[in-house]
């Protein structure tokens, strides 16, 4: 029973926070289970759950519960959850905000229910998965607006480059790219926001599992940034090019409306690569021999026979 308590006080402090942030957990769901923006929040708890029980089977921890960071956790996550409460009733600030608010509540307040049940080390060693709880909260408009543009503008200026390096002239007037027979503008539909956000999410997940190094994990990540980026200006860029060069079926066929799985799989090929090679990098590290079994140690020995013979020889 002792054994089983930190588990049933988890239960029960996770129990009581879908009580309390029932409605703002039921419209995050609505809006991934409706909007492609907010897709990977599917994916998000099970990931998490799964990493922490990998790590604790792993390591075979022993629960040693830290009542006082996580009575101060729990205590933030009802203050947050309160101020998002007092938004709500004074119509201040945007329901959006509001839901971000509640359900960054909510996290801080599983956090905070885990230190309380299971102990800073067992919270530090699952630090990983705690932490990608994050990406549960959906973003306001304003800042998944800003992000949408910023894709929207990168995608067009890769697709230019393309163009450029092939030899087709192009003239590029903000989203707006014109080549010889056809004028593509990069809506927000085609910003790939939700194959960009998958991608990030999947390449945490893949460098926490296959790699050790924090700045190779951190390195493996940032590129999927950029990647994101240069794989939608590719689909961009092979749509017009098959539409003006082979068929202009191409511009409005299956490629264009469901194509993003075949960009997403190529994109997901050069993380494999990139994570390929940081992972024969760190088993080359791992293989070298450490200081202490090098041979430029090893004459501490003979030093201390030397003088012994040469004092067996004088005493003789």
């Given at each position: 029973?002792?054994?089983?308590?930190?588990?049933?006080?988890?239960?029960?402090?996770?129990?009581?926070?879908?009580?309390?942030?029932?409605?703002?957990?039921?419209?995050?769901?609505?809006?991934?289970?409706?909007?492609?923006?907010?897709?990977?929040?599917?994916?998000?708890?099970?990931?998490?759950?799964?990493?922490?029980?990998?790590?604790?089977?792993?390591?075979?921890?022993?629960?040693?519960?830290?009542?006082?960071?996580?009575?101060?956790?729990?205590?933030?996550?009802?203050?947050?959850?309160?101020?998002?409460?007092?938004?709500?009733?004074?119509a201040s600030p945007a329901p959006d905000v509001q839901l971000s608010l509640s359900?960054?509540?909510?996290?801080?307040?599983?956090?905070?229910?885990?230190?309380?049940?299971?102990?800073?080390?067992?919270?530090?060693?699952?630090?990983?998965?705690?932490?990608?709880?994050?990406?549960?909260?959906?973003?306001?408009?304003?800042?998944?607006?800003?992000?949408?543009?910023?894709?929207?503008?990168?995608?067009?200026?890769?697709?230019?480059?393309?163009?450029?390096?092939?030899?087709?002239?192009?003239?590029?007037?903000?989203?707006?790219?014109?080549?010889?027979?056809?004028?593509?503008?990069?809506?927000?539909?085609?910003?790939?926001?939700?194959?960009?956000?998958?991608?990030?999410?999947?390449?945490?997940?893949?460098?926490?599992?296959?790699?050790?190094?924090?700045?190779?994990?951190?390195?493996?990540?940032?590129?999927?940034?950029?990647?994101?980026?240069?794989?939608?200006?590719?689909?961009?860029?092979?749509?017009?090019?098959?539409?003006?060069?082979?068929?202009?079926?191409?511009?409005?066929?299956?490629?264009?409306?469901?194509?993003?799985?075949?960009?997403?799989?190529?994109?997901?090929?050069?993380?494999?690569?990139?994570?390929?090679?940081?992972?024969?990098?760190?088993?080359?590290?791992?293989?070298?021999?450490?200081?202490?079994?090098?041979?430029?140690?090893?004459?501490?020995?003979?030093?201390?026979?030397?003088?012994?013979?040469?004092?067996?020889?004088?005493?003789?």
């Open positions: 029973m002792t054994k089983s308590l930190p588990r049933l006080r988890f239960v029960a402090l996770c129990g009581l926070s879908l009580i309390l942030w029932w409605h703002p957990l039921r419209s995050t769901l609505g809006l991934a289970l409706q909007q492609d923006e907010f897709t990977h929040i599917l994916l998000i708890l099970p990931i998490s759950a799964a990493l922490i029980y990998l790590e604790w089977k792993s390591r075979k921890a022993r629960p040693e519960p830290n009542f006082r960071i996580g009575s101060v956790l729990l205590f933030l996550a009802i203050l947050i959850g309160l101020i998002g409460d007092w938004g709500r009733r004074a359900m960054f509540a909510l996290v801080i307040w599983w956090v905070g229910a885990f230190v309380f049940c299971f102990g800073d080390r067992i919270s530090r060693m699952c630090l990983f998965p705690l932490c990608f709880l994050l990406w549960l909260i959906p973003l306001p408009r304003f800042a998944l607006g800003t992000i949408v543009s910023l894709l929207q503008q990168g995608s067009a200026w890769a697709a230019h480059v393309l163009f450029a390096a092939v030899g087709v002239p192009v003239a590029q007037d903000g989203v707006l790219l014109s080549i010889p027979g056809l004028t593509v503008q990069v809506a927000q539909e085609c910003s790939s926001v939700r194959s960009s956000s998958i991608l990030l999410v999947t390449t945490m997940v893949l460098a926490q599992l296959l790699l050790r190094s924090p700045w190779r994990k951190a390195l493996v990540v940032g590129v999927a940034v950029p990647l994101s980026v240069a794989k939608n200006g590719l689909r961009i860029f092979t749509i017009a090019m098959l539409g003006t060069r082979v068929d202009p079926g191409f511009l409005t066929g299956r490629l264009h409306r469901d194509g993003g799985i075949v960009f997403f799989a190529v994109s997901l090929a050069v993380v494999f690569a990139l994570l390929w090679i940081s992972w024969q990098a760190e088993r080359k590290v791992a293989a070298q021999p450490n200081d202490s079994s090098s041979p430029l140690v090893a004459p501490g020995p003979k030093i201390q026979r030397f003088p012994m013979t040469i004092q067996t020889r004088i005493s003789r």
